[in-house]
């Protein structure tokens, strides 16, 4: 990367050289040589160092700081990396996190109170990133963006909201963000194949909804001659029960509040909230949701699912299609599809808040980084139309050819083969060095690329529904003190109540006090933390 500043500065001294040696040209020439003080050998000597001196820093890797991916380990020689390489010039050594949450949570605090950073950090969560920035740790992006990152200048410029979700309270952009490239997260799914088998229809109210648990429950819809079915499943504890909620009004489960009308609620607090409580109750009361559902952890749920016991789940929407994959493999006649949450009480289409943000994690540069260039470099390349197909589809030749224009997975990516350890589509591009969480830009080619046309029109429909989520925003300190003062005692006595609600352990005629000790908590300061700090957000 060339300093454009600076280089026009060198050409202003050329010129004003030249003018002083034809304003000087009456002078004696030896005048002129007592100003050539530096010999030819000397100038050969201090040029050497130039180049060794330049060559000692281009030889520094870039170092970058990312969290692994839980599912998969990295190829010894990942090829999508090794092209990231070659297409940048940039030898880069990739410092890997801890996979578990709270592990990396840990790590990535200590290389931080370290002092030795490393010249990238990225994060998923946006809010310990945002806490980096204020300390100072970072540095600012705007002008470096505008000079050296064209390819991120035009999305920038493109994607509505994308430089205000960037910009933190003092005007800066510090983070090159993970885009996003469709909303809609998780679902509902079901057994279609076993609707079928007992001549329902998907449900499309709490009425209908509640039928169809009732059926898969009491039918044995998996004809195994036994009632073992459990008519819904998450591996979301609460929370995986709570997304039937939304069907009463609510959502804002997943961060803890909702927006309506530009007015930030505590959902739990809701009057609608003890309706979906006792819808919920009678669920878990008779045995239509699992009893399990609290410690139930992912395999567990997954298993549930494929050896036929689930009839009903709540998930990402691309294990629609995963789901029937895998059940199809004993049982051929399996189909699972996906279905629009069921309306409410009033009876209006029910809205979901269950979605991906635009910006679903963050990647910095230390500020003490001596490898910005190299950093700039690499962004630019992994916005760029090369890097977006690299970073979205892996190798051309090898994970995807080129169909009319259009980027087309290969039999090696959808089934792998005899070097790939079972390993197919999305986690063999991770094992093959696709880097996530990072500073890239997903492609809806690339989500529509591996899911069937039904996934992408149940997907397409949920687009229609979503509410607006609560946004990444910055608290002031005096919120932040508040909040780590209040909210955590309130999430965990709100998480134990609701669990109560539901299994029957307390009775839905305490919902009011219930209330009443969140409101003697502080529930109500919280919330005006949370609107003041939405208010900020939504006027810049």
């Known amino acids: 990367m060339k300093n454009k500043k600076a280089r026009g500065i060198v050409l202003i001294m050329i010129f ?21 003080t530096k010999t030819s050998e000397t100038l050969k000597e201090e040029t050497k160092e130039e180049t060794k001196n330049e060559e000692e820093v281009n030889s520094e890797p870039l170092t970058i700081f990312y969290q692994a991916r839980a599912e998969v380990s990295l190829n010894d020689n990942p090829p999508i990396i090794a092209a990231i390489e070659e297409a940048t010039g940039i030898e880069i050594e990739w410092i890997e996190g801890p996979i578990e949450p709270d592990q990396f949570t840990t790590k990535f605090n200590l290389t931080i109170s370290s002092g030795d950073l490393p010249d990238i950090l990225s994060n998923n969560n946006i809010g310990d990133m945002i806490k980096v920035a204020q300390r100072g740790l970072f540095l600012p992006l705007d002008d470096l963006i505008e000079s050296d990152i064209p390819s991120f200048k035009i999305i920038m410029d493109d994607v509505e909201g994308l430089e205000k979700a960037l910009k933190l309270d003092d005007g800066n952009n510090y983070f090159m963000p993970l885009l996003s490239a469709v909303r809609p997260a998780k679902i509902f799914m079901v057994r279609q194949d076993w609707l079928d088998a007992l001549g329902l229809e998907q449900p499309t109210n709490l009425d209908e909804f509640y039928t169809v648990l009732k059926a898969f429950k009491d039918k044995d819809p998996n004809g195994n001659g036994e009632a073992d079915e459990i008519p819904y499943v998450t591996r979301d504890k609460e929370l995986g029960l ?3 909620a939304q069907s009463f009004g609510l959502f804002g489960f997943e961060n803890g509040f909702m927006i309506k009308d530009g007015v930030v609620q505590y959902p739990y607090v809701q009057p609608e909230m003890k309706e979906a409580l006792i819808y919920l109750n009678k669920l878990y009361s008779e045995g239509l949701v699992d009893k399990e559902y609290s410690v139930t952890d992912k395999q567990s749920w997954t298993a549930k699912i494929t050896n036929e016991l689930a009839g009903m789940t709540y998930d990402w929407f691309p294990r629609v299609d995963s789901f029937t994959t895998l059940i199809q493999e004993t049982n051929p006649n399996a189909d699972m599809s996906g279905f629009v949450p069921p309306r ?34 690499l962004f630019n390349f992994m916005y760029s139309e090369e890097g977006i197909l690299l970073t979205n589809f892996g190798i051309e030749g090898t994970h995807y050819t080129m169909v009319d224009g259009t980027p087309t997975y290969t039999d090696y990516f959808f089934n792998g083969d005899d070097t790939t350890e079972g390993l197919t589509g999305l986690y063999l591009l991770f094992r093959d060095g696709r880097p996530d969480m990072f500073s890239l830009k997903a492609d809806i080619r690339f989500e529509d690329a591996y899911a069937v046309q039904e996934v992408i029109d149940i997907r397409n429909e949920y687009d229609k529904i979503l509410y607006d989520i609560y946004p990444n925003v910055i608290h002031t300190q005096e919120e932040t003190d508040l909040l780590s003062d209040k909210y955590s005692e309130i999430e965990t006595y709100t998480d134990e109540m609701i669990n109560k609600f539901i299994s029957g352990v307390v009775s839905l005629d305490e919902f009011d006090a219930f209330v009443e000790e969140l409101e003697k908590m502080g529930i109500l300061e919280v919330v005006s933390a949370k609107q003041a700090a939405y208010d900020r957000y939504m006027s810049k």
């Open 344 to 377: 409410g009480p009033s009876g209006e289409t029910t809205y979901t808040e269950s979605q991906q943000q635009m910006v679903r994690a963050v990647t910095a540069v230390s500020k003490d980084s001596q490898n910005v260039e190299a950093a700039a470099k």
């Open 16 to 36: 004003a050289i030249m003018c002083f040696m034809l304003l000087a040209g009456c002078q004696e020439k030896s005048d002129l040589a007592e100003e050539e």
């Open 242 to 244: 709570l997304y039937i």
